[in-house]
């Protein structure tokens, strides 16, 4: 059964840091892209926030570009996202999702979310 899970979310002070997992199972995550997605309340989902790629490549958005690093554990099925110099604006529902494709994450009837994790940047 495909399944993505996230991890990691809490309450973090502008400025901070916190790292997110996405684990996935019930299929191989090498030959995959994942991606990070967002939505905080009222807003419409953002994103892609960022890209690990099959074979190691990445993509960021303008917004998290410098700040955010995505990585993958092909051996761990897992992929994380380390988020630094978080902002008040970055708090949101935090979601990992994959559609099947080496190095795209497109949003159709084939993509798989996980459940989200909640970040909240406050002081």
């Known amino acids: 059964q495909v399944q993505l899970a996230e991890s990691g979310g809490g309450l973090v002070q502008p400025g901070g840091s916190l790292t997110l997992s996405c684990v996935a199972s019930g299929f191989t995550l090498d030959y995959f892209a994942i991606a990070w997605f967002r939505q905080a309340p009222g807003k419409e989902r953002e994103g892609p926030l960022c890209i690990s790629e099959s074979g190691g490549g990445t993509y960021y958005d303008y917004a998290v570009k410098g700040r955010f690093n995505v990585t993958r554990d092909d051996a761990k099925k897992t992929v994380y996202l380390q988020m630094n110099s978080l902002k008040d604006e970055d708090t949101a529902v935090y979601y990992c999702?994959?559609?099947?494709?080496?190095?795209?994450?497109?949003?159709?009837?084939?993509?798989?979310w996980g459940q989200g994790t909640q970040v909240t940047v406050s002081s």
């Open positions: 999702a994959t559609s099947f494709r080496r190095t795209q994450v497109v949003v159709d009837i084939h993509t798989t």
